[in-house]
């Protein structure tokens, strides 16, 4: 699918989903109130929403309106924020709630623009306002936003660093949907907050997970990135060549990881460079079948966005001595195949045998590829 395509699919998905399933309940939901949205909005920055309702809910019956506000006494609005921390929050909303009963009568300027102008108004709560309040096509981007949108378009750029910041608050512009705006920005908000949480998404539940990218590639948990904490995950693949004759297992990967659809060996996996025996896994994969280990690489390693994978090919060949070739070959395939060599040898499932002199005509990841290419070159073209 196109990155074009993508983006109407997930606003398309995210509005349906927002009318059909979105059962977030919040007191300020569907406020047109400007004055209600930003005592909203002010309240939950650095505060969980569960905290934050008692504070908006004691607010709005002391002060109902911005005149209420502007005319209290400090002493008492302090007194009511207490325990919500972040006191300059308190101080701005009291100089802010008097410039608008001084200099715009009471009212909230209608455009983002001047919005931001407001003491204390940054342009998520700006963005908030106008779209909630004034129907303007602007787009709310905080924690909820960005962790939905790198997970889906699988951006790894980290949230936190200029480029970062550019690229998701225009990925987030291109998306909105310009009728409503504001139901759009609040059922993004609710869809990271309920759906694509940041611990445990639940992506087996979600409407986006046909196309995202990071559930697709099983790294959901790993996004978004901040810059102080791009980690790298190293894994190490230990690949054994199992040959049998002029033949050689390999399989078709699946499963939501990465390389999938393309091709390996008998391939086993740890996360770091243990020192393990080859023979001990390879008596469990091949069980008495008696083998020869004849080589050991050295250390191929190919970068991925969110892991380095470091991998090791180990040449084995299978003893045909005195064996029914036929009955051998069913024998480790059925092995292989179906899984039947065990929990040890976790993952020997789905291997088949193969021509050596065909590899080429499979995909492989980079990572084989170029220890193919070293060890069973593509024959030469034929010669005209
Ligand atoms: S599939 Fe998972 S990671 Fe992707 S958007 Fe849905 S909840 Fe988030």
Same mark, same amino acid.
């Given at each position: 699918m196109s990155q074009e395509s993508m983006k109407s699919d997930f606003t398309r998905k995210l509005l349906k989903w927002n009318t059909a399933q979105n059962r977030r309940i919040m007191p300020w939901k569907g406020e047109k109130d400007?004055?209600?949205?930003?005592?909203?909005?002010?309240?939950?920055?650095?505060?969980?929403?569960?905290?934050?309702?008692?504070?908006?809910?004691?607010?709005?019956?002391?002060?109902?309106t911005v005149f209420a506000l502007a005319a209290a006494p400090e002493k008492q609005v302090y007194k009511m924020w207490e325990g919500l921390g972040y006191y300059s929050r308190c101080k701005n909303l009291i100089h802010t709630a008097r410039t608008l009963v001084e200099e715009h009568e009471g009212k909230f300027p209608s455009t983002y623009e001047d919005i931001l102008k407001l003491k204390g108004i940054g342009p998520y709560t700006a963005a908030a306002i106008a779209s909630f309040a004034f129907n303007e096509c602007q787009a709310v981007v905080d924690g909820n936003v960005l962790r939905a949108l790198s997970r889906y378009f699988g951006i790894s750029t980290p949230i936190d660093d200029a480029a970062g910041k550019k690229i998701y608050h225009s990925l987030a512009c291109s998306l909105i949907d310009p009728v409503s705006p504001g139901a759009y920005n609040q059922a993004i908000m609710d869809f990271g907050a309920t759906i694509c949480k940041p611990r445990n998404p639940?992506?087996?539940?979600?409407?986006?997970?046909?196309?995202?990218?990071?559930?697709?590639?099983? @790294?959901?948990?790993?996004?978004?990135?901040?810059?102080?904490s791009l980690k790298k995950?190293?894994?190490?693949?230990?690949?054994?060549?199992?040959?049998?004759?002029?033949?050689?297992?390999?399989?078709?990967?699946?499963?939501?990881?990465?390389w999938q659809n393309l091709h390996e060996f008998v391939c086993f996996e740890t996360d770091k460079d243990a020192e393990y025996a080859p023979e001990d896994v390879l008596k469990k994969i091949l069980k008495k079948q008696p083998f020869i280990i004849q080589s050991s690489s050295r250390v191929y390693t190919q970068q991925l966005t969110h892991q380095q994978v470091?991998?090791?090919?180990?040449?084995?060949?299978?003893?045909?001595?005195?064996?029914?070739?036929?009955?051998?070959?069913?024998?480790?395939?059925?092995?292989? #195949?179906?899984?039947?060599?065990?929990?040890?040898?976790?993952?020997?499932?789905? @291997?088949? #045998?193969?021509?050596?002199?065909?590899?080429?005509? @499979?995909?492989?990841?980079?990572?084989?590829?170029?220890?193919?290419?070293?060890?069973?070159?593509?024959?030469?073209?034929?010669?005209?």
């Open positions: 400007p004055y209600k949205i930003w005592l909203s909005e002010i309240m939950l920055q650095q505060t969980r929403v569960e905290q934050g309702i008692g504070y908006y809910e004691r607010f709005i019956k002391a002060f109902p639940l992506c087996g539940q979600c409407v986006q997970s046909k196309e995202c990218e990071a559930f697709r590639h099983g @790294y959901a948990e790993e996004l978004p990135v901040k810059s102080k995950k190293t894994r190490w693949f230990y690949y054994f060549l199992i040959e049998v004759g002029d033949s050689v297992y390999i399989r078709k990967r699946s499963g939501r990881d990465i470091n991998g090791k090919f180990i040449r084995v060949a299978i003893s045909l001595s005195g064996a029914n070739r036929v009955l051998l070959e069913k024998k480790i395939t059925k092995l292989l #195949l179906t899984g039947a060599a065990g929990q040890d040898a976790e993952g020997a499932v789905g @291997y088949q #045998l193969v021509k050596k002199n065909t590899l080429h005509e @499979y995909a492989f990841p980079k990572l084989i590829h170029a220890f193919l290419e070293q060890t069973y070159p593509p024959p030469a073209p034929a010669a005209i």
